[in-house]
């Protein structure tokens, strides 16, 4: 599942030390795994190779340029959704060929920039959006490749913020509203080529049935386009693999396969698959080092060095992270030797709270605690609040770590800051 494992009473990444690193670039630190995430990226590939998808890891879970290079040297394609996540997919080496570009949101500058680097596909989320992107293909003497992102309105059993296939949701186009986009204004459209549909109806998923669900609706609705004539090559699934925080029981890549491909096998179309957080969630821990205990009226506190501002996952979402001492002593292992604590960070807002009520052994200033699940949607959200430098990043590969990304320095948070004298005098 994940290389992080507790040996002799310390926390090791694969067969280093976690705390080595800690005391090498300080906290609060991101580690990986390197074995974690290539794992990951190939028990998908393995579990769906008879229909040999196109696996495009979803860049805004980890944006590590480092991480995108080794999925990428491993056949990953890329999922976007910025011009900023293009830049950095064809920075990472990706070729422009298995880079997938959604977002209910793609400026036209950003349309131009994907249309010029020959990604493989644009996920359309919205008429207005086809017929900007359908322009500025023509603009440019190209033929965009489309697939049209429907929203299939199906419940995912996930949290509220993180269910995206619901028909209140922002997020792709109706299927009537699809199908008759097709049948209809689609053919005055002369520079996109419909290559198929994409689907995405949330994140941290623990259950085939949605997913099903959502192919099952969306291959009626591929059945009718092709008895028009049409062809269509690709179904892109999406994302939304779930992980184990705490008690899930998540499918593992296997068993997701087998409940979907009976489903996916008779539509005979290429498939897509952007996972994200399967990747890269329990590939990562964030390190963090205890400031000091406190104990108030009844509670008790530990304060950390990260915060909200490194790993915002708990303030936002009411996330649940594993927390376990970096270095744990036998003496305390037993649990009558624990008592509760809320694992509190520096910032000053009352969200600031990463766990809480976590039975943890007696802790005091400089024992260090990896917060697990850290890999997704961590470092990428972090951000300067409160003055904040975002942490350092560290991949672990077999015996040996590298510094992926330097802690950001104080010059840093005032990167581009100008005040010209007119406003001081
Ligand atoms: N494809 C699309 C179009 C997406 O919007 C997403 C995630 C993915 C793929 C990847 O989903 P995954 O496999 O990671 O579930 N910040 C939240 C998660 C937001 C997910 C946004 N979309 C969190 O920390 O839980």
């Avoid at 495009?56 to 491993?74: H, P």
């Avoid at 298995?98 to 989320?125: D, P, T």
């Avoid at 970096?326 to 509190?344: C, G, L, W």
């Amino acid at each position: 599942m994940h290389d992080f494992k507790l040996r002799r009473g310390q926390l090791y990444c694969e067969r280093v030390a976690v705390n080595r690193i800690a005391e090498a670039v300080a906290t609060p630190v991101y580690v990986y795994s390197h074995h974690t995430l290539v794992d990951h990226f190939q028990k998908l590939q393995r579990a769906f190779r008879r229909l040999h998808p196109m696996i495009c890891f979803s860049v805004k879970a980890n944006g590590n340029l480092a991480i995108l290079k080794i999925l990428v040297g491993r056949g990953a394609g890329l999922d976007i959704v910025s011009g900023g996540e293009l830049y950095k997919a064809l920075r990472a080496g990706c070729p422009p060929g298995r880079i997938v570009y959604a977002s209910v949101g793609k400026s036209r500058q950003e349309i131009r920039e994907a249309l010029r680097a020959k990604i493989f596909c644009f996920n359309v989320e919205s008429i207005a959006e086809l017929e900007a992107i359908n322009e500025e293909a023509g603009r440019l003497g190209r033929i965009a490749p489309v697939a049209l992102r429907v929203n299939p309105d199906v419940e995912a059993h996930t949290h509220r913020y993180i269910t995206t296939g619901t028909a209140e949701s922002k997020f792709g186009i109706p299927l009537a509203q699809a199908e008759s986009l097709i049948a209809g204004r689609w053919r005055a459209l002369a520079s996109t080529r419909l290559l198929g549909f994409h689907l995405h109806i949330g994140s941290q998923i623990t259950k085939a049935a949605p997913f099903i669900e959502a192919i099952r609706r969306v291959g009626r609705l591929i059945e009718r386009i092709r008895r028009r004539g049409m062809q269509i090559e690709w179904l892109n699934l999406g994302g939304g693999l779930g992980i184990v925080y705490k008690a899930e029981r998540p499918q593992t890549a296997q068993a997701f396969a087998e409940a979907v491909l009976p489903h996916l096998l008779p539509l005979k179309t290429r498939l897509i698959l952007e996972p994200g957080r399967f990747i890269a969630g329990n590939a990562g821990v964030l390190i963090t080092q205890v400031l000091y205990r406190k104990e108030t009226h009844g509670k008790r506190f530990l304060v950390v060095d990260a915060g909200m501002s490194d790993l915002i996952r708990p303030a936002l979402y009411g996330a649940y992270h594993e927390v376990v001492p970096v270095i744990s002593d036998k003496r305390q292992a037993t649990s009558d030797k624990r008592q509760a604590y809320d694992v509190v960070g520096p910032i000053c807002e009352s969200a600031d709270v990463l766990a809480r009520d976590r039975r943890l052994p007696t802790l005091g200033e400089g024992d260090r605690l990896a917060i697990l699940g850290a890999g997704a949607y961590g470092f990428v959200m972090a951000s300067n609040y409160n003055g904040r430098t975002r942490p350092a990043e560290v991949i672990v590969k077999g015996s040996r770590w590298f510094l992926v990304r330097k802690r950001e320095t104080r010059a840093d948070l005032l990167r581009g800051e100008t005040t010209p004298a007119a406003l001081t005098t």
